[in-house]
């Protein structure tokens, strides 16, 4: 079992900054691939942004690239989403995710992670 808590979340301004943290325990951090999702009330959890579990390839869905940068620190069992030039529509609740995934289509899908996080509330106001 492996266990994920996100933090970081925050209101802020539109075009502002906010980085998220995610503390990974109960298993080897680095045997996985990491990916954050958001969900906005009444729509359905969509895919953001993932890296793989050497840190070597990076994954973004196209409304966050260029603003989005996702990290880890595998000696600290932590994944990082560090969110740039904040967006009103970028409101969401932030999940973060771990599975073993190893095909790059994967990676965008929600049903390929094994484990999540209770989520953090990011919200950009104007």
């Known amino acids: 079992q492996v266990q994920l808590v996100e933090s970081g979340g925050g209101l802020v301004q539109a075009g502002g900054s906010l980085r998220l943290s995610c503390a990974a325990s109960g298993r080897t951090f680095s045997s996985y691939a990491m990916g954050w999702f958001r969900q906005a009330p009444g729509k359905e959890r969509d895919f953001v942004t993932a890296i793989s579990w050497s840190g070597g390839s990076t994954y973004y869905a196209d409304s966050v690239k260029g603003r989005f940068t996702i990290s880890r620190d595998n000696a600290k069992n932590t994944v990082y989403l560090q969110m740039n030039s904040l967006k009103p529509e970028d409101t969401a609740v932030y999940y973060c995710?771990?599975?073993?995934?190893?095909?790059?289509?994967?990676?965008?899908?929600?049903?390929?992670?094994?484990?999540w996080g209770q989520g953090t509330q990011v919200t950009v106001s104007s």
């Open positions: 995710a771990a599975g073993r995934i190893f095909r790059w289509s994967d990676y965008l899908s929600r049903y390929r992670y094994d484990y």
